[in-house]
């Protein structure tokens, strides 16, 4: 596994309860790379602080 990689920081832990999805900010609508926990929750990679809106809000897009 020694693909290309986007230059995005890969201090988590792997694990298997999470998924890589685009995520859309649920005020602003713009749309980020985030994970998706097992309990749904949506974080936006490298955005601990949330949209640029502000809002920390976001809906997981189709994967
Ligand atoms: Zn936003």
Known sequence: M??????QQVDEP???????????????????S???FADETVQPIGRKDGCRCGTSEFEALSR
């Open 34 to 36: 985030a994970w998706v």
């Open 2 to 7: 020694t693909g290309h990689r986007q230059s």
């Open 14 to 32: 792997a694990a298997d309860e999470r998924e890589k999805v685009a995520a859309q900010c649920r005020d602003c609508g713009a749309i980020y």
